[in-house]
Nanobody
Framework: QVQLVESGGTMVQAGASLRLSCAVSGRTFTTYALGWFRQAPGKEREFVAAIRWITGESYYTDSVQGRFFISRDNARKFVFLQMNSLRPDDSATYYC?????????????????WGRGTQVTVSS
């Protein structure tokens, strides 16, 4: 079992930066890839970024490449999503997720565990 709790979502203006946090716990979480997904109203949930817990290797969806950065704190058991140059179309509920490394690199990896989400709203 893996438990994921997100925090940090809020309302910001376009161009601002924001960091989301995900507290990770559970006996086996280090065997999973940790990632962020998002879902805007009326749209499907989409992959944003992922990181390997042990190596720190990461990958991103094209729309956030160069603006968003995923990282982890092994000691404190957190995964972060640093979001820069935010745009109104980044507005969504952001979910922390854990998925099997066998799905690493996929554009839409199958997720084993989800957090409850944190809301990000970017105003123009």
């Amino acid at each position: 079992q893996v438990q994921l709790v997100e925090s940090g979502g809020t309302m910001v203006q376009a161009g601002a930066s924001l960091r989301l946090s995900c507290a990770v716990s559970g006996r086996t979480f280090t065997t999973y890839a940790l990632g962020w997904f998002r879902q805007a109203p009326g749209k499907e949930r989409e992959f944003v970024a992922a990181i390997r817990w042990i190596t720190g290797e990461s990958y991103y969806t094209d729309s956030v490449q160069g603006r968003f950065f995923i990282s982890r704190d092994n000691a404190r058991k957190f995964v972060f999503l640093q979001m820069n140059s935010l745009r109104p179309d980044d507005s969504a509920t952001y979910y922390c997720a854990a998925f099997s490394p066998t799905h690493w690199g996929q554009a839409a990896p199958a997720v084993d565990y989800w957090g409850r989400g944190t809301q990000v709203t970017v105003s123009s």
